[in-house]
Structures are given as C-alpha cells and as structure tokens.
C-alpha cells in the first residue's frame, strides 16, 4: 500500500510554460512534505520542502502548494527550463520518525 | 567538500555471494540512511541510522545488515545475494529529519 502516490509517471512541457507535478498521501500524520529532483546516473537532490502548517512555500522559480484536506501537494515550477527536465520524487515524513516515504516518481521533459 | 561517496558506483553478484556497499559522508551528520530504487517503486527505505553505534529497520531490511562505528561510515552487508536484490542502492545522510544528501549510487546486478 503506497502511502505516497504520483501518478503521473511522466510530464512533457514547452519551455517557458508551467510544470505541475502532483503528489497524494494517504498517512494523516505526515507533517513534512518534500520534492527532489534527480538526474541519470546522480542521487536525487534536495529541491523544496513544506510543513504541514503552511499551505504555499516559494522558492525562486519553485513553489509547492500543499492541500491537507485533500491530502495532495504539488510543485509548480515557472518558467520551465529544459535544464529541469529530470525525475521528480515527492517525499513524506512524519513527526519523530526519519522513515521519509517516497513516491514512484514522475519524469518531467522539458522541450526547448 | 566530497558530501555522501558511495562505493562501488556499480557490481555484479552471483547468486548466494555476499557484498559490502560503503558510504561515507564528510558532512558530520548524525543521521545516514540506505536506500534503494527499484522501477516503479520510488526510493524504500532499508536500514538506517540516527548516530554512531545505533541503527533501525526501515521498509525493507531483510536480507540486508548496517552497523554504524563511527559518525562518518555506514556500511550496508548483503550476506547471501539474491536476484531480488538487484537495484539501485543509494546512501543519504542529514544532520535532521528534514532534507537529504545523497550519494551517486551503486548499481548491483545479482545474476
């Protein structure tokens, strides 16, 4: 039973448009959300994070919204760029515990 | 700065043949986990640990053993290879439970 859940296993863009990964969770007790980002043949990469008692957190070109009534966060990223292009994994974790949880992934092709 | 250095970045096993992947991190972080990938699977988590000298279970540990002597090593032992366990290994290490550094990662065949 996966407890994080994406989806959408891949995403096409136009450079330039926005990129919008979605994410659902089934654990009520998670409390901190995370997004990394991998590229072929590295280790995922830290991008953005929430907690559960904010709804919005921007970064740069980056925002994750999280939704907890109905369980579901996203990443938007604006402008896409084709240096995005990469794997995107949403990550959940609850509190005291350091058994981060991930989804499948979703694999984001940005066309120049 | 080397950050997390997995080795090898890639293996070949033979059934029943055991192995140790090393990490290491340079960071002085308290907390190192291993990981692997498997295609539609994310990252499951396999063992980890929140400081020298003590380590838990995660998702899916079995079959796998750590042990942590020092704050900057955290092996991970496969003691008899199954094809099972052909994936994509990486290690992570964080001075909280917030976000991440990963290693390169070790590809392992079993065959």
């Known amino acids: 039973d996966q407890q994080v859940k994406q989806n959408s296993p891949s995403l096409s863009v136009q450079e330039g448009r926005i990129s919008i990964l979605n994410c659902d969770y089934t654990?009520?007790?998670?409390?901190?959300f995370l997004w990394y980002k991998k590229y072929p043949a590295e280790g995922p990469t830290f991008l953005i994070s929430?907690?559960?008692?904010?709804d919005k957190n921007e970064d740069g070109r980056f925002t994750v919204f999280l939704n907890k009534s109905a369980k579901h966060l996203s990443l938007h990223i604006v402008p896409s760029q084709p240096g995005d292009s990469a794997v995107y994994f949403c990550?959940?974790?609850?509190?005291?515990?350091?058994?981060?949880?991930f989804g499948a992934g979703t694999r984001l092709f940005v066309k120049a | 700065n080397a950050g997390v250095t997995q080795t090898p970045k890639f293996r070949v096993l033979k059934t029943g043949q055991s192995m140790t992947l090393l990490c290491a991190q340079d960071?002085?972080?308290?907390?190192m986990y291993w990981y692997r990938q498997d295609p539609g699977m994310g990252l499951r988590l396999i063992h980890y640990?929140?400081?020298?000298?003590?380590?838990d279970q995660g998702e899916v540990p079995n079959g796998y053993n750590v042990s942590r002597s020092t704050t900057e090593d955290f092996p991970l032992r496969l003691l008899s290879a199954a094809p099972s366990q052909t994936s994509v290994y990486f290690c992570?290490?964080?001075?909280?439970?917030?976000?991440?550094?990963f290693g390169q990662g070790t590809r392992l065949t079993v065959v």
């Open positions: 992570a290490s964080s001075s909280d439970r917030l976000d991440a550094f």
């Open positions: 654990n009520s007790m998670f409390d901190y």
């Open positions: 929430i907690s559960s008692i904010k």
């Open positions: 990550a959940a974790s609850a509190p005291g515990g350091f058994k981060t949880i």
């Open positions: 960071m002085n972080h308290e907390y």
């Open positions: 640990s929140v400081g020298a000298g003590i380590t």
